[in-house]
């Protein structure tokens, strides 16, 4: 499924920015395609290891598919971009609308795929994102038990597993990636982010990059060639999630160049010559997507500031935020950091000639290793040169970034486990231990809170309830002013998202956000051209009352308030009483 969505994705993205052919048509065409293909080739497309872990995923699956948007990048980028895709038919460029995605630049697989099952439904779906992380992540425990069966033929430590084994197998890497995964953050599973999938397509690479490494250096007699090409259809995906993606991409590929390095059974220059097969398909897809965002996009992306205007000052509250990060998700964290230091040490220790069992484990290992030391360095780069000052000393995201490398670290302790000559864990094919192992995948809704409607996704859903029911107040054409009293808040974005209406002129209600409250000479300038007829304000995230004084209305107490402007006075149209629960967790924060 991963090497699918590379391929089809990437093919997507070059046809979309080198013709002017409509979406729809290129999305049809290559569904055909991906279609044609396991009926000529008469095979189960993914394999039975896929089909197996899709259907431990059903539940997790089906509450993707009635998921509501609530993460604030959703309504800031993913969706709108989505939303652009689907109602232009087209990529944002020169010659059309502009973009009302904060970043049009950024890769646009998923946004891609979202605009795809939109297309099919003949509706705008909200879900699809969330479906295909879901769906992703179950394509990754098929790959991880397919690798660790490998890994064990390889060994000769394991009868060939039959289809009762395969299904126990499979539920065990189910249950690790998913009901047990300490990275994985289930807010953002079900979420139309890119962080997901990338956390999927690392993941993948690192364990196709062991079973490369191992037909190189003859642990294996098959052919390293398909891996490579596999490979790079992964890497191609990867890099067609985010901006950022790239530097994961080169920290894995420096993970073996490493272990080549320094592993004397690997043929350092017949490594080197299948690198072209691994590396060309993410290299043109990279260079034909910059040069689409240079021709028409050139302002879409964060961009790196000036050395003069980086945030050093931010460094002691930068590190004193991911500190704090840090220390709530000590697990993970912990986790990661124990293989590091496992990684640091196989790399300097020289692997005797004949010893096979474990060597995949201790290369997956170091590969994790710099991949985490990297991406941990990089991100400080970014905090203090892309990030603003403010994102900088609170580390935004550091949570979410993080767990990009989760399940390439993750594979670590279970391919060492798998192996362990005292552990015979897979040697499962009696149907109690099956029936248990299911049992544990299918478990992820229960042993997961956060599967489900969490504190923080209640004042997101408030608010997209109470903009729902503006479309019913507000004529098509009006334009809304949201007033807060600081910066770092999602409520106006999700209201301008929902008003929006996907960008139909004949039902798009305009909404004004003046972030910083304190001005309010804005609203009266906007007043006196006539550009605003109703004024939103609420008090969930701190008291407005001295924005509602100086703008002469009823300060709120615990509500969102509705002004409408007649006979030049703020007149108060409705007001919807805040959830406690949802107006605690806000003053919390």
């Known amino acids: 499924m991963m090497v699918g969505f590379g391929l089809v994705g990437g093919m997507l993205t070059i046809l979309a920015v080198t013709t002017r052919m409509p979406l729809s048509w290129l999305m049809g065409v290559l569904a055909i395609l991906s279609l044609l293909v396991p009926l000529a080739r008469r095979t189960l497309p993914g394999g039975w290891s896929t089909w197996i872990a899709l259907a431990l995923a059903l539940p997790i699956l089906v509450r993707a598919a009635g998921t509501q948007a609530t993460l604030w990048d959703e309504f800031w980028h993913w969706l709108p971009n989505a939303a652009y895709s689907y109602t232009h038919d087209a990529l944002a460029r020169r010659d059309l609308p502009p973009s009302f995605a904060q970043f049009p630049a950024y890769p646009q697989s998923m946004p891609l795929v979202v605009a795809a099952a939109s297309r099919l439904a003949g509706r705008f779906l909200e879900a699809a994102g969330p479906v295909m992380n879901v769906a992703l992540l179950a394509s990754f425990a098929a790959l991880l038990a397919d690798s660790v069966a490998a890994m064990l033929a390889r060994q000769g430590r394991v009868a060939p597993i039959g289809p009762i084994g395969l299904v126990g197998l499979v539920s065990l890497t189910v249950a690790a990636t998913v009901t047990l995964n300490p990275g994985l953050d289930g807010e953002v599973l079900l979420s139309s982010y890119a962080d997901p999938a990338t956390m999927v397509t690392v993941g993948a690479l690192g364990l196709l990059a062991v079973e490369w490494l191992a037909r190189l250096s003859g642990r294996s007699t098959n052919e390293p060639t398909e891996i490579a090409w596999r490979f790079g259809a992964v890497a191609a995906a990867l890099v067609n999630l985010k901006q950022s993606n790239t530097v994961l991409l080169a920290l894995i590929v420096a993970g073996i160049g490493l272990v080549a390095l320094f592993d004397r059974t690997i043929p350092f220059r ?16 990279y260079l034909v997507w910059r040069w ?29 935020s991911i500190r704090r990060q840090v220390f709530e998700a000590p697990v993970f964290q912990g986790m990661m950091w124990l293989i590091t230091a496992a990684g640091l040490v196989a790399l300097v220790r020289k692997s005797a000639p004949t010893s096979r069992i474990g060597d995949e484990t201790r290369w997956l290992a170091v590969i994790t290793a710099t991949v985490w030391l990297g991406y941990n360095a990089f991100l400080l780069l970014v905090y203090l040169a892309v990030f603003t000052e403010e994102e900088a000393r609170s580390a935004a995201d550091y949570w979410r970034y993080m767990p990009h490398v989760a399940l390439l670290g993750l594979s670590v302790p279970i391919a060492a486990l798998a192996g362990s000559t005292r552990l015979k864990l897979l040697r499962i094919n009696a149907i109690y231990p099956v029936l248990f192992a299911v049992a544990l995948a299918l478990s992820a809704l229960l042993l997961r809170g956060d599967l489900g409607i969490t504190p923080r996704k209640r004042w997101p859903v408030f608010v997209r309830s109470v903009a729902a029911d503006m479309k019913n107040l507000l004529p098509p054409g009006a334009t809304v002013v949201v007033v807060l009293g600081f910066n770092a808040n999602p409520f106006p974005i999700i209201v301008r998202y929902e008003l929006w209406q996907l960008g139909d002129p004949s039902r798009t209600i305009d909404t004004k956000i003046v972030w910083y409250g304190a001005d309010l000479a804005i609203v009266d300038q906007m007043l006196a051209r006539g550009e605003v007829q109703y004024l939103l304000l609420q008090d969930a995230q701190s008291s407005v009352a001295n924005l509602a004084a100086g703008l002469n209305v009823r300060a709120p107490e615990r509500e969102v308030i509705l002004f409408a402007r007649k006979d030049h006075h703020w007149q108060e149209l409705k007001s919807w009483p805040i959830p406690p629960a949802a107006f605690d967790v806000e003053r919390q924060k």
């Open 270 to 285: 017949r490594a080197l010559a299948q690198f072209p097969r691994m590396l060309g398909p993410a290299l043109v897809l």
């Open 292 to 320: 689409y965002v240079a021709e028409n996009l050139p302002e879409g992306e964060p961009g790196v500031r000036a050395w003069s205007e980086w945030s050093f000052s931010a460094l002691p509250d930068m590190f004193a």
